[in-house]
């Protein structure tokens, strides 16, 4: 059974910084490309960083572009996100999510499998 669970959620204040953590289980995480996904209060879901199976290439969005880091240990067979200089508009519940490709294709529409989620608070 496939399953994702996210760890490392919480507040932090306005420039903190905060590392997710998702555990995967019942595939490996290189096999697949693995995304990180956010929902804002109001908001629909938007992906955040992904990285691909096949060539490790990552993709991130221009909001957290030099702030995020996305990687992958395949020996743990986790997913992390490294968030740095937190901005209020950061505040969201954080997802990791599995594709169904090798390769993000800019849509979370081949994502068959999703975590339950961890909620990030950045605020004074």
């Known amino acids: 059974e496939v399953q994702l669970v996210e760890f490392g959620g919480g507040l932090v204040p306005p420039g903190g910084s905060l590392t997710l953590s998702c555990a995967a289980s019942?595939?490996?995480?290189?096999?697949?490309?693995m995304t990180w996904v956010r929902q804002a209060p109001g908001k629909e879901f938007e992906w955040i960083a992904a990285i691909n199976s096949i060539d490790d290439k990552i993709t991130y969005l221009d909001s957290v572009k030099g702030r995020f880091t996305i990687s992958r240990d395949n020996t743990k067979n986790t997913l992390s996100l490294q968030m740095n200089s937190l901005k209020p508009e950061d505040t969201a519940a954080y997802y990791c999510?599995?594709?169904?490709?090798?390769?993000?294709?800019?849509?979370?529409?081949?994502?068959?499998?999703w975590g339950r989620g961890t909620q990030v608070t950045v605020s004074s």
């Open positions: 019942g595939f490996t995480v290189n096999s697949y490309a």
């Open positions: 999510a599995k594709d169904e490709e090798e390769y993000f294709r800019g849509s979370l529409t081949t994502h068959n499998y």
